[in-house]
């Protein structure tokens, strides 16, 4: 058996300190929460709940109870029923990251706004990389109307990989089309509430309060049995105290009350304790997504959602460059590494850079690459025989070399990751030979080659219909007389 590399954050007392702390500023400050059927349940579960500003404080019993009936384990499934994120523990897993609105286009060297092929192309190269563990809804299409924007998005999404989603609601009304696709896919409400394929990301306002949106949709996914993610941003210095400890505090905060939100809408629902914050410039006035100073403040809030007992989550393993560079790789491979050391459950943020605002296909390729390090890293060290090296080192000296052992062949590959094509590992007269390419050139043309190759799972034509039904409704009740439709080809433009 191996041991899992692992980074402590704080000493034990201190992640009870914190904990109380956060407990403490529920009670004494608490916080804004603008949706009515929320406040509903705080103060018929006994908060403090001043109508006038509709700030809730919340007694500390309430959190704890909360947390007692929150599970601490969660399973997410693809859409052809396996189960491929198991959320607890320390166990790993990686997606893109979400809600990108740009996308960096590598042929016309930047960034502009994306379109439905883009979100196309996203969704099909992560179904083909097989080192993420799910999909998200990643970019933000710009030929859709806004009001239908985080609908449409998963529409492509179920249609374009079998894998499980991280996506989200613009718009309180979105939910219920949302789930009505989700539940199509799966089989039906119940099959979809017993193998959720979705994760709903849910997140406060820094500092301390619940819009009436974000609010909503920590109650819809309670209810429904979907997976919840809290995402809690507190900034540096900005929207939260200036040291990395008391931002960690007040994410803790925000996030336990959504959890108490979530759990009195529906005990025993599944939630995961999650957040996306940063380090705040003060020289630039920017959210540093690559700073150490943030990816610390993500490992050590997983460290105390750990403590929690709850599945944990870090938009993390991202970039501040604005093109595909040494920046983007060194940032983008110290975050997915603080991420594995800090064993967070499902961690976002691959493909994306320019502070979470850009996505790019070529950095999705080459992050697939430094997921695959750290899920090796994961795996420690394993001690394969007994005696650990003595018989091998016998046998070879009567040989004089390694390569030709039984030994060899039968574990190479369980102990090394063999990287995909992206990564050069070849000798200086190879590389020549092959164009000398760069790493964003090897992946620029590795994209193409995913793309023109690789064929998403199809869904029935009773499910690609019934979904693409909800789709056009949605559309019609919001006025909107045109959608972009797609094949496996370009898409166009039609009538609704």
């Given at each position: 058996m191996?041991v899992q590399?692992r980074?402590?954050w704080?000493r034990?007392?201190?992640r009870?300190?914190?904990f109380?702390e956060?407990l403490?500023?529920?009670?004494?400050?608490?916080v804004?929460?603008e949706?009515?059927?929320?406040?509903?349940?705080l103060d018929?579960?006994g908060a403090?709940?001043?109508?006038r500003?509709?700030?809730?404080?919340i007694?500390?019993?309430l959190?704890?109870?909360?947390?007692a009936?929150?599970?601490?384990r969660?399973k997410?499934?693809?859409?052809?029923?396996?189960?491929?994120?198991d959320l607890?523990?320390?166990?790993v897993?990686?997606?893109p990251?979400?809600?990108?609105?740009?996308?960096f286009?590598y042929q016309?060297?930047r960034?502009?706004t994306?379109?439905?092929q883009?979100?196309?192309s996203?969704?099909?190269?992560?179904?083909?990389?097989?080192n993420y563990?799910a999909?998200?809804t990643?970019?933000?299409?710009?030929?859709?109307h806004e009001?239908?924007?985080?609908?449409?998005?998963?529409?492509?999404?179920?249609?374009?990989?079998?894998k499980?989603?991280?996506?989200?609601?613009f718009?309180k009304?979105a939910?219920?089309a949302?789930h009505?696709?989700?539940?199509?896919?799966?089989?039906?409400?119940e099959?979809?509430r017993?193998r959720?394929?979705?994760?709903?990301?849910?997140?406060?306002?820094?500092p301390?309060?619940?819009?009436?949106?974000?609010?909503?949709a920590?109650?819809?996914c309670a209810r429904?049995?979907i997976?919840?993610?809290?995402?809690?941003?507190?900034?540096?210095g900005a929207?939260?105290?200036?040291?990395?400890?008391?931002?960690v505090?007040?994410h803790?905060?925000?996030?336990?009350?959504?959890?108490?939100?979530?759990q009195?809408?529906h005990?025993g629902s599944?939630?995961i304790y999650?957040g996306?914050?940063a380090?705040?410039?003060m020289r630039?006035?920017?959210?540093p997504?690559?700073?150490?100073?943030t990816?610390?403040?993500?490992?050590a809030y997983?460290?105390?959602g750990?403590?929690?007992?709850?599945?944990?989550?870090?938009?993390?393993g991202?970039s501040d460059?604005?093109?595909v560079?040494?920046?983007c790789?060194?940032?983008?491979?110290m975050?997915?590494t603080?991420a594995?050391?800090?064993?967070?459950?499902n961690i976002?943020g691959p493909g994306m850079?320019?502070?979470?605002?850009c996505?790019?296909l070529e950095?999705?390729?080459?992050d697939h690459?430094?997921?695959?390090l750290?899920?090796?890293?994961?795996?420690?060290i394993?001690?394969r025989d007994q005696?650990?090296?003595?018989s091998m080192?016998?046998?070879?000296?009567?040989?004089?070399?390694f390569?030709?052992l039984?030994h060899?062949?039968?574990?190479?590959?369980?102990?090394a990751?063999i990287?995909?094509k992206v990564i050069?590992?070849?000798?200086l007269g190879?590389?020549?030979?092959?164009?000398?390419?760069?790493?964003?050139?090897?992946?620029?043309?590795?994209?193409e080659?995913?793309l023109?190759?690789?064929t998403p799972?199809?869904?029935a034509?009773s499910?690609?219909?019934?979904?693409?039904?909800?789709m056009?409704?949605?559309?019609?009740?919001l006025?909107?007389?045109e959608?972009p439709v797609?094949?496996r080809g370009?898409?166009a433009?039609?009538?609704?």
């Amino acid at each position: 058996m191996s041991v899992q590399p692992r980074v402590r954050w704080f000493r034990e007392e201190t992640r009870a300190r914190i904990f109380t702390e956060a407990l403490e500023i529920l009670e004494k400050i608490g916080v804004f929460v603008e949706n009515d059927e929320a406040l509903e349940l705080l103060d018929g579960a006994g908060a403090r709940i001043d109508s006038r500003t509709a700030r809730v404080q919340i007694p500390s019993h309430l959190v704890i109870r909360a947390l007692a009936t929150a599970p601490g384990r969660i399973k997410v499934f693809d859409r052809l029923g396996e189960c491929v994120m198991d959320l607890g523990g320390d166990r790993v897993h990686f997606n893109p990251g979400s809600a990108a609105l740009r996308i960096f286009d590598y042929q016309l060297g930047r960034a502009r706004t994306p379109i439905t092929q883009d979100l196309i192309s996203f969704s099909t190269l992560t179904d083909a990389l097989p080192n993420y563990a799910a999909q998200s809804t990643g970019v933000i299409p710009g030929d859709v109307h806004e009001d239908l924007a985080d609908r449409f998005r998963l529409f492509v999404a179920l249609q374009y990989s079998v894998k499980p989603v991280v996506t989200g609601t613009f718009g309180k009304e979105a939910f219920r089309a949302m789930h009505a696709m989700l539940a199509t896919v799966s089989g039906g409400v119940e099959e979809l509430r017993k193998r959720p394929m979705a994760i709903f990301d849910c997140c406060p306002s820094p500092p301390l309060m619940w819009s009436d949106l974000t609010a909503q949709a920590l109650i819809d996914c309670a209810r429904s049995g979907i997976p919840a993610e809290l995402v809690s941003m507190p900034l540096t210095g900005a929207t939260a105290p200036v040291t990395l400890a008391g931002a960690v505090t007040q994410h803790c905060a925000e996030s336990l009350s959504g959890v108490l939100i979530h759990q009195l809408a529906h005990p025993g629902s599944p939630i995961i304790y999650g957040g996306s914050p940063a380090c705040f410039d003060m020289r630039k006035g920017t959210t540093p997504m690559g700073a150490v100073e943030t990816q610390m403040i993500d490992g050590a809030y997983a460290e105390i959602g750990k403590h929690l007992g709850l599945p944990t989550h870090a938009y993390i393993g991202m970039s501040d460059s604005k093109v595909v560079d040494y920046q983007c790789g060194m940032e983008s491979a110290m975050g997915a590494t603080v991420a594995v050391l800090s064993g967070i459950n499902n961690i976002s943020g691959p493909g994306m850079h320019d502070f979470e605002a850009c996505q790019s296909l070529e950095k999705l390729v080459l992050d697939h690459e430094i997921v695959g390090l750290g899920l090796r890293l994961t795996r420690g060290i394993e001690i394969r025989d007994q005696p650990i090296a003595l018989s091998m080192l016998e046998e070879a000296i009567e040989t004089k070399e390694f390569l030709s052992l039984s030994h060899t062949a039968k574990w190479f590959r369980e102990e090394a990751y063999i990287p995909d094509k992206v990564i050069d590992r070849a000798t200086l007269g190879e590389w020549e030979e092959q164009g000398r390419q760069d790493a964003a050139m090897r992946a620029s043309a590795r994209v193409e080659e995913l793309l023109a190759n690789h064929t998403p799972e199809p869904l029935a034509d009773s499910v690609q219909t019934e979904l693409s039904d909800i789709m056009m409704a949605e559309a019609r009740a919001l006025g909107i007389d045109e959608l972009p439709v797609f094949g496996r080809g370009k898409p166009a433009t039609v009538s609704v």
